[in-house]
């Protein structure tokens, strides 16, 4: 009776062992799966982002977009980098929202082909797209530090930060220009 | 109020060269409604896969805001007297399918619930961002009493948004965490 008492003990020990080992191996394969999805945002990204500086009419959106391909470029190698501290090849997988996202941004600019209100649906585009990045870097980031992976918490944490201010900037030009034609 | 009664009544006339920005807006309002009745199918089925009570819960009283953000559309379509055309959301069809197929794939794993809560941040912010410019566009055109109805579903979003990270963190249960919040934001309201 003890003994099976002792068994039942040690098995049921194990078992919460077992899964806290599965809960933090499932985490970082979770991890892993979410960095290759934005890795592939971001490439679609820098493919994007160049027609959409080209269909701006203001100069100052163009500009603001031609600097944040540039930022995008960068977040590409920083996710790089972070497979790299983790000791993993770096993947990428179809990331399908940010297709829709970006197919939904280019049949906006053709019907607003001409359009004095191009800037505005550029905008609006743009900014779904950056809040679906500080969505994923968002929660990335948050899985990162609960794991303990110090350098990707940094890193994740820095191009955070830049679509927040890529995304601030966007609601200051369209305040700018509404204004302007007030 | 003598103000904001004029604009209402004569805003289409006073503003022509705002045309094609209140074309822009009814387009992207269309998008909006589709995207909340889509969103409404698809709730009920992260809401019954959700393993923790509290993200239940709050999906659940998710759900029936979103039920209450597309009626209010509807109220701002017929406030401005226009009627909806028909539009597909591409993205929140995408969104949702990115969360389906995460849900399927982590449906024995012990981390559902924080991939369930990944996919619906991911779409909580695709609607901060499109009633964030809906809002804007409403502002510049001088549509005040549809800004009120828009700026009540993008608190709302905002909200659930932050309650998903609560949840996430497991910083207190979901009752606190929706007090806390309800404080927070009275005081912050207070504000000029």
């Given at each position: 009776m003890k003994q099976t008492e002792k068994n039942t003990r040690g098995r049921n020990s194990t078992e919460s062992e077992n899964e806290g080992g599965e809960m933090s191996a499932e985490l970082h394969q979770l991890f892993l799966d979410e960095l290759a999805d934005l890795l592939n945002a971001e490439t679609q990204l820098t493919k994007a982002l160049p027609k959409m500086a080209k269909a701006a009419q203001s100069q100052d959106l163009a500009e603001a977009i031609r600097s944040h391909l540039e930022e995008t470029e960068n977040h590409v190698t920083r996710l790089k980098e972070v497979f790299e501290t983790l000791n993993e090849k770096a993947k990428s997988k179809t990331c399908k929202a940010m297709k829709g996202l970006i197919e939904e941004g280019s049949e906006l600019m053709e019907e607003l082909?001409?359009?004095?209100?191009i800037d505005a649906g550029l905008i609006a585009a743009a900014q779904k797209v950056e809040h679906y990045e500080i969505a994923s870097y968002g929660a990335v980031r948050a899985w990162a530090e609960q794991m303990g992976h110090t350098e990707a918490v940094e890193l994740l944490g820095e191009t955070l930060d830049e679509e927040k201010a890529a995304d601030e900037k966007l609601t200051e030009i369209a305040q700018e220009s509404a204004n302007s034609q007030a | 109020m003598n103000i904001t009664n004029e604009i209402e009544t004569d805003a289409p006339a006073q503003k022509p060269m705002n045309e094609n920005l209140h074309r822009l807006f009814v387009a992207q309002l269309a998008e909006m409604y589709d995207a909340e009745k889509k969103l409404a199918l698809a709730l009920p089925i992260v809401a019954k896969a959700a393993r923790s009570e509290d993200l239940k819960k709050l999906v659940e009283v998710h759900l029936k805001e979103t039920e209450g953000h597309a009626t209010t559309i509807r109220m701002v379509a017929e406030s401005l007297g226009v009627e909806l055309p028909d539009r597909t959301c591409k993205a929140m069809r995408a969104l949702i399918k990115e969360a389906v197929v995460s849900l399927a794939k982590h449906?024995?794993?012990?981390v559902l619930d924080i991939a369930l809560i990944a996919a619906a941040q991911k779409i909580e912010h695709y609607e901060i961002a499109a009633y964030g410019t809906l809002c804007a566009w409403a502002t510049e055109m001088g549509h005040t009493s549809e800004l009120a109805l828009l700026t009540s579903t993008l608190r709302q979003e905002r909200t659930a948004d932050e309650l998903l990270t609560g949840v996430a963190q497991h910083t207190a249960p979901l009752e606190e965490l929706i007090k806390k919040h309800i404080l927070t934001r009275a005081t912050a309201d207070m504000k000029p």
């Open positions: 082909k001409g359009s004095s209100a | 449906a024995t794993s012990p």
